[in-house]
C-alpha cells in the first residue's frame, strides 16, 4: 500500500461513522422510491440482520423481465448518464467451470436470477433527487422493453 492510500484510508476512517450513516440513508431512500415499483425487489436482507452496509445496491427485475430486457434497461439507464451493469454472473459460466464442462442450462434458477439482476449506482453523494430520477428512468425503462409492471 502507498503512502498516499495508507493517508487517505486514514482520513476516512475518522469519517467512517458519518460516511457509513449517508450510506444508509442513500439505501433508506432508494427503498422508499423503489417501493412504488412493483417490477423491482430491493437487496434482499435476511430476516434476522440487524444492519447491512451495501457494496453496491443490486436489485432483481421481476419474473416478466429476461435477460435481453435487462440489458435494454441497462442501455437506457447509460443513455441517461445513469451508471448500471448486468451485475450477476452464475458460477457455473464462468471460464474455469466452462472449461470443465459446465454450460447454460445447467443451473436454471441461478441462470433466472442472474439475468433479472442488475447494480445501480451507491455512494455518499446520492441526494433524493438523484435517485428519484434513477428509479423513474429504470420504471420508464421497463415500459420501453414492454415488461411493464412485473409480479412476483
Same mark, same amino acid.
Do not use: C
Given at each position: 500500500?502507498?503512502?498516499?492510500?495508507?493517508a487517505?484510508?486514514?482520513? +476516512?476512517? &475518522?469519517?467512517?461513522?458519518?460516511i457509513? #450513516?449517508? !450510506?444508509?440513508?442513500?439505501?433508506?431512500?432508494?427503498?422508499? =422510491?423503489? +417501493?412504488?415499483?412493483?417490477?423491482?425487489?430491493?437487496?434482499?436482507? $435476511?430476516?434476522?440482520?440487524? #444492519?447491512?452496509?451495501?457494496?453496491?445496491?443490486?436489485? =432483481?427485475?421481476g419474473?416478466?423481465f429476461?435477460?435481453?430486457?435487462?440489458?435494454?434497461?441497462?442501455?437506457?439507464?447509460?443513455?441517461?448518464?445513469?451508471?448500471?451493469?448486468?451485475?450477476? =454472473?452464475?458460477?457455473h459460466? +464462468?471460464? =474455469?467451470y466452462?472449461?470443465?464442462?459446465?454450460? !447454460?442450462?445447467?443451473?436454471?434458477?441461478?441462470?433466472?436470477?442472474?439475468?433479472?439482476?442488475?447494480?445501480?449506482?451507491?455512494h455518499?453523494?446520492?441526494?433524493?433527487?438523484?435517485? #428519484?430520477?434513477?428509479v423513474?428512468?429504470? &420504471?420508464?425503462?421497463?415500459?420501453?422493453?414492454?415488461? $411493464?409492471?412485473?409480479?412476483?
Amino acid at each position: 500500500m502507498s503512502d498516499l492510500t495508507a493517508a487517505l484510508g486514514l482520513a +476516512q476512517l &475518522k469519517r467512517l461513522d458519518e460516511i457509513l #450513516e449517508r !450510506r444508509r440513508l442513500v439505501d433508506q431512500l432508494y427503498n422508499a =422510491h423503489m +417501493q412504488s415499483f412493483e417490477g423491482i425487489k430491493p437487496p434482499y436482507v $435476511g430476516p434476522h440482520v440487524t #444492519e447491512v452496509n451495501w457494496l453496491l445496491y443490486l436489485v =432483481h427485475l421481476g419474473t416478466r423481465f429476461t435477460r435481453s430486457s435487462r440489458d435494454a434497461i441497462v442501455d437506457d439507464l447509460r443513455a441517461a448518464r445513469i451508471e448500471s451493469a448486468a451485475y450477476s =454472473h452464475p458460477l457455473h459460466l +464462468q471460464r =474455469h467451470y466452462f472449461e470443465l464442462g459446465y454450460r !447454460r442450462g445447467d443451473f436454471l434458477v441461478a441462470e433466472k436470477i442472474a439475468d433479472r439482476a442488475l447494480v445501480l449506482p451507491f455512494h455518499t453523494h446520492l441526494t433524493n433527487n438523484k435517485i #428519484e430520477f434513477i428509479v423513474e428512468t429504470m &420504471k420508464d425503462a421497463s415500459v420501453n422493453v414492454g415488461a $411493464g409492471a412485473a409480479i412476483y
